[in-house]
């Protein structure tokens, strides 16, 4: 099997012209119609980086990806960290968050989108139900109410005290329920379920660790696995698991040679694929947080140590491949990222100059290890 795969016929979502700066690529897959549907952040070539002010949906034939159409979910004040729920019968829902670098609480809304008659809804909020029955607002403040009284307290109150949904992948359990996770800067995370489609939230456990952002965990076999971005450079990507529903968890393993971006999970015949970047000494002399953003590896298994998993795909792109996401197509792998061009050819100028530059994807197929 040759598990080495060159990005540089991958398909390019956004135009690359008005909308060239991209982030939060989320992809999800309507059966009945064939339709693949690609939310993302659009935003101006060289803004810092991840686009801050739009989210955009384009969608397109799985059998024509160049024949795309777009739509825009919003724009205003820091859109941001948008994620993405297949609803069924060409109806798809995405949630962001508004205002969100902003001081105090802020939302994450959601709409709804209908690929047959071509109609967007209206915004609604994010409700949370908490242990009396009450419905409120997704907010930090609740988040972290939750996180106290969990005698959980290593969260970080930062002023942007911003909520990240787009950190992971929101998945079926098979019981009825959607689950997913919510987090904050550096903060512990918590695992949501939701019978509604993510209208209504119920949290049910907390990962007592801090992690950066992304947080993406799956239900296999009754044990709950997860991996995570941790503060650090080199090593900085942990794999977890629970067999208790989240009561209890393992020691973090880390991935050896990884690096800091978003790692992704996904359940594929009956097994864990997790992707993850990792360090790569030949991209020449860059930041070091930009060390490891040519190179994707992606593993099968879910082994007490991940790093002795079958590598099935190993991905390499001189433009870049951050911010990932794994998606099953009828049993083909489809990968989806933001190339990064500008932050690769950066030097010893602004070192915050490191956006995104274009939303990608590309069908890698049947990763499943041969016998």
Sequence with gaps: MNNKFDLENSIQINDGLTQTSADGINMAFDSKYGIMFCLYMPGHHGSYGE???????????????????TIEISAGNEEYVPNLISLGDG????????????????????????????????????????DDGNLVPLTSSVQFAYLDKHNCHEHVYVHT????????????????????????????????????????????????????????YKILNGKLHAVYRTNKDIDSIAYVCSDDFGKSWTDPVYFKESIQCRPRMIVYDNHILMAYNYFNSDTGNRPEIQQGRTSVKICYGEEADPNDNIVVADLYSKYGIVNICLSDVLGDIYFGYSSSVLALEYQNGNPKVRGKDSARYVKLGDLRPQA
């Design 161 to 216: 005290e911003q909520i990240a949904i787009g950190g992971h992948t929101v998945f079926d359990g098979g019981d009825g329920y959607l689950y997913g996770a919510v987090s904050s800067y550096l903060s512990e995370v918590i695992l949501y379920r939701s019978a509604d489609n993510l209208a209504t939230l119920e949290f049910f456990a907390v990962y007592p660790r801090p992690a950066q952002y992304e947080f993406d």
């Design 51 to 69: 686009s801050r002010g739009r989210i955009a949906l384009t969608y397109f034939p799985a059998s024509q990806p160049t024949n795309t159409k």
């Design 91 to 130: 109806k798809i829902r995405a949630l962001y968050a508004k205002n969100s670098r902003s001081k105090g609480d802020h939302y994450i809304h959601y709409k709804d989108f209908d690929f047959i008659t071509k109609t967007l809804s209206e915004e609604s909020i994010v409700m949370v139900k908490q």
